[in-house]
């Protein structure tokens, strides 16, 4: 139950922090195509109660945690709302603004490296600041994971999911509209697959994994003792 707490405290703001950018991203890239919907309806903004859904950023990630010992962590905050309609160019806009949030993933993925790297630097000058550096790695490798987990899932091709409203205009007209339609059980379809499609799930999640070993393998030499000591 420790442990369980523990983790819980690790992952909680790094996944609300990472599932918020995401959104607020959407949001932005909304109102520079055009379309202040985000904003009008104030969601444009870092406070955290104005994106938390119950399911989505609370119990999703906390049942994916503690069903796979905390190896995989998914979430998401409530959407932003868009009009695509108010797009200075439909296509454009709808492509840059659903891929917005999984580009600032990566740069968020980046940034947690980095700082990892440079907390790792200040835990060799101050020795006495072991536990603090350890703890506030620990958070930031969750950070990387999170971040490219996030990446990956999203990019599914899974109707209404980011990596659908690219996939969508690489169809035939006709077949377009259909695939488009998913959406109204992509909700149902995600849940069946996160409860029934582990074997897919752990091959579509694997390019992150891959991804975290080398961006983590890149600043192992900077990793505190006492993160082995805390995981």
């Known amino acids: 139950m420790n442990d369980t ?10 996944l609300l922090f990472s599932v ?3 959104e607020y991203a959407h949001g932005y890239a ?9 904003q009008q309806l104030g969601r444009l903004t870092w406070n955290p109660v104005k ?9 999703m990630p906390l049942m994916m945690g503690l069903a796979s010992g905390w190896q995989v962590m998914l979430g998401g905050a409530k959407p932003v709302p868009v009009d695509p309609g108010n797009y200075r160019n439909l296509r454009r806009g709808d492509i840059i603004v659903s891929l917005a949030g999984v580009a600032t993933n990566l740069v968020l993925a980046i940034l947690f490296t980095i700082l990892i790297a440079l907390v790792g630097v200040v835990g060799r000058a ?9 703890i506030l790695q620990i958070m930031m490798i969750y950070g990387v994971a999170i971040n490219l987990m996030l990446i990956v899932f999203n990019l599914m091709p899974i109707p209404p999911l980011d990596g659908s409203h690219v996939v969508k205009y690489l169809l035939p007209p006709r077949l377009s509209i259909k695939y488009q339609e998913l959406g109204r059980y992509g909700f149902v379809i995600l849940i069946a697959m996160l409860w029934f ?10 390019p992150a994994f891959i991804a975290q070993g080398a961006l983590l393998q890149t600043v192992s030499p900077l990793i505190h003792p006492t993160v082995r000591e805390l995981r």
């Open 5 to 14: 707490l523990q983790n819980i405290l690790f992952v909680a703001p790094v």
């Open 20 to 22: 918020i950018a995401h």
């Open 30 to 38: 909304a109102l520079r195509q055009g379309d202040p919907t985000a």
């Open 51 to 59: 994106h938390i859904d119950p399911f989505l950023t609370i119990l």
């Open 126 to 134: 101050v020795p006495a600041a072991g536990l603090t550096v350890g």
């Open 197 to 206: 499609g582990g074997g897919f799930l752990r091959t579509w999640m694997r």
